[in-house]
């Protein structure tokens, strides 16, 4: 099994468990939670932000002195709504209350000194948008991008309709050679629908020195420490991704991959 891929804890609350230091980098963390209805989970990241995200269900979200109560509309991804999100900085207790089955991805760096307080992000504040064509066509929402105030930390959602193709054509992010590219470091948290389905998720580098193709079932998680990383989604299913990206700069530049750039600007 390739290194790059995380598979699904499905017996345990914390389904994903992403550090710096298990994947040899130096930002980006990420968990993912699930919890029955009337669970709680309470921790606190010492050293690092977070953004919160209600991938599926309710809950009450307490972080620090703050309370957000009976958040969370869609009980599946696959809805399509725009998600609740809570930013938390670091070193910040945070309580999480499952008011029905409930699925949180946990969008984490370090490198961070808290100089933003907590929030909540709603629905209405997510940026949602459409990007592709044809069978590259995928819906994007975007969680904590560039028009959100956080230190590091970037996150968005994509979906992916059956048979399409995303993060497509081949891009990466692994230089720090700004205004061309920045550097981010990134993670793939994919659902499936129907579950028992897969996708693949190829990441490769120029001189093929890293060139692993993974098949990615719902819950698992890819980590991408540079390289290009497109994802194709067979027939009959259709995919979801949370991505988690930070880096030493906080910007979204990316090179596409010179062979197939072509597919941008054909008919």
Known sequence: MSHLLRKARREQQQRIHVTPENASWKYVG???????????????????????VLVAGKATVGAGAETFADIGERMSPFEKLPPYAVYIPPATRIRIAAQTDLEVGLGLSSQVTGQYPVRLIKPDQ???????????????????????????????????PSGNWSSYPPHKHDSDRLPEESYLEETYYHRVNPAQGFVFQRVYNDDRSLDETMSVYDGDCVIVPEGYHPVGVPHGYESYYLNVMAGPVRDWKFHNDPDHEWILTSS
């Open 30 to 52: 990420f968990q993912a939670l699930a919890l029955q209805a009337g669970e709680t989970w309470e921790g606190e990241f010492a050293d690092a932000e977070c953004c919160l």
């Open 126 to 160: 997510v940026a949602v948008m459409n990007r592709g064509e044809g069978s590259n066509l995928r819906r994007i929402h975007n969680i904590l991008m560039l028009d959100q105030p956080a230190e590091r930390l970037l996150l968005t959602e994509v979906f992916t």
